[in-house]
């Protein structure tokens, strides 16, 4: 959860590919920059899977697809109208686990309940369906834990043109999802790990790791593609950028490793977000990490947003959709004022309250381990980066609203 997950070019490629990104008034093309993160995301799946045959023939065709996507969002932008590569999708608010400082159970997006009036997995298929007529071409699944909404998870496996990171806390496999995993190569598992034992175990709780290193060889052991997804906070940034961390994940079988900026829920986290400093060293090692190590894909979320023109939430370069249809400009802003319930996506990206954050200035500034920040003012008491009052001012409808109102 580049990247937005996205890969974002280094500065040599953006440098490269400037020309053809900037018009003479130096405008910036946020279609073709996301085109050319989604490129290098194929290109370097391409490379990683090369030895594995099932695997390498199934990413040849999704790169086939993906152009043919990308030419899909390039048409519509000519015709005034922008659409995302990714789309996050959080299809249940169960899971298991409590981790130390989830932003999900903060904002109350993750409760211990059994889910109430939740996307089904006729209308998630509905979603994904739409999102494939638009170009779309990455739909991380995320919770809760996702694995717990299995049906929806099948459902995704229909969607070839479409690629489905699984973000997972790697609890639940079984018999059924190898046979699923195998039979469907879009969706790709991504296992949530800390660093080594004593750090996963810490956040996560006693056994995870193991648990999940289990699932990660039995993954292997079948020539199955898996990732790993890593929160980076300024305590593990050494641990887990480390050569020895990650040759443990390569020998393991990883394929993907998605660094995501740890995001403080509360003021006595905050100073585990990282800041300007980490970003750089982050920005740096994944540099050498994808010279000296390119038999694993290595992405950053949020990345690099300057290079960006800003933040890529609210429709940019993603948006998020809570398990109950409330479309979000992301995760770690709970707020809506449409749902898909009710609507298409296409009409969701021109929400008066997406529209309010993208024409702004709202997405344009830096960040600070926070999302969507602008000034000081917050809906709510989180000093998680919410929707703000300046955006919500700015839109016509009155139904902004939390996650869970919608």
């Known amino acids: 959860m580049t990247d937005p997950p996205l890969v974002l070019p280094d500065k040599k490629s953006l440098h490269e590919f400037g020309d053809n990104m900037y018009g003479n008034n130096d405008s910036f093309d946020l279609q073709a920059y996301l085109t050319r993160g989604v490129e290098q995301i194929v290109s370097d799946a391409v490379k990683a899977t090369l030895k594995d045959p099932k695997e390498s023939l199934f990413m040849a065709k999704f790169a086939a697809a993906s152009k043919a996507a990308s030419k899909r969002r390039r048409a519509a932008e000519d015709a005034g109208e922008h659409i995302p590569s990714f789309l996050i999708a959080s299809i249940t608010s169960k899971c298991n686990l409590h981790c130390a400082g989830c932003y999900s159970r903060c904002s109350h997006a993750t409760t211990d309940t059994e889910p109430v009036s939740q996307l089904s997995s006729e209308e998630w298929l509905r979603i994904f369906d739409e999102a494939d007529r638009l170009g779309i071409s990455f739909i991380l699944l995320a919770g809760g834990e996702p694995m717990l909404h299995r049906s929806v998870i099948e459902a995704a496996g229909q969607k070839e043109n479409i690629l489905f990171p699984i973000f997972t806390n790697g609890t639940f496999m079984d018999e059924r999802y190898f046979a699923l995993f195998d039979r469907c190569r879009n969706l790709i598992p991504i296992m949530s790990i800390e660093g080594e034992?004593?750090?996963?175990?810490?956040?996560?709780?006693?056994?995870?790791?193991?648990?999940?290193?289990?699932?990660?060889?039995?993954?292997?052991?079948?020539?199955?593609?898996?990732?790993?997804?890593?929160?980076?906070?300024?305590?593990?940034?050494?641990?887990?950028?480390?050569?020895?961390?990650?040759?443990?994940?390569?020998?393991?079988?990883?394929?993907?490793?998605?660094?995501?900026?740890?995001?403080?829920?509360?003021?006595?986290?905050?100073?585990?977000?990282?800041?300007?400093?980490?970003?750089?060293?982050?920005?740096?090692?994944?540099?050498?990490?994808?010279?000296?190590?390119?038999?694993?894909?290595?992405?950053?979320?949020?990345?690099?947003?300057?290079?960006?023109?800003?933040?890529?939430?609210?429709?940019?370069?993603?948006?998020?959709?809570?398990?109950?249809?409330g479309a979000e400009p992301c995760p770690f802003s709970p707020y809506s004022d449409v749902n898909v319930k009710q609507t298409s996506l296409r009409e969701a990206l021109r929400s008066p309250l997406f529209t309010a954050l993208r024409d702004g200035v709202l997405l344009l500034d830096d960040h600070a381990g926070e999302h969507l920040t602008v000034n000081q003012g917050v809906i709510g008491s989180s000093p998680v980066g919410g929707v703000f009052k300046k955006a919500v001012s700015i839109c016509t409808s009155s139904s902004v609203g939390r996650a869970t109102d919608s």
């Open 197 to 325: 034992k004593e750090t996963t175990d810490r956040r996560r709780g006693e056994g995870i790791y193991d648990r999940l290193v289990s699932g990660m060889d039995e993954l292997c052991r079948r020539g199955l593609i898996f990732g790993a997804s890593v929160t980076v906070t300024t305590e593990n940034l050494g641990e887990v950028t480390s050569d020895a961390f990650l040759k443990t994940l390569s020998d393991r079988g990883c394929k993907a490793v998605i660094f995501v900026e740890f995001v403080p829920v509360t003021e006595d986290t905050e100073g585990l977000a990282p800041g300007d400093r980490e970003r750089e060293i982050l920005c740096e090692e994944l540099a050498r990490l994808r010279r000296d190590r390119p038999e694993m894909v290595y992405v950053s979320f949020p990345g690099d947003e300057k290079s960006a023109g800003g933040c890529v939430a609210a429709g940019r370069g993603f948006f998020h959709i809570n398990s109950h249809g």
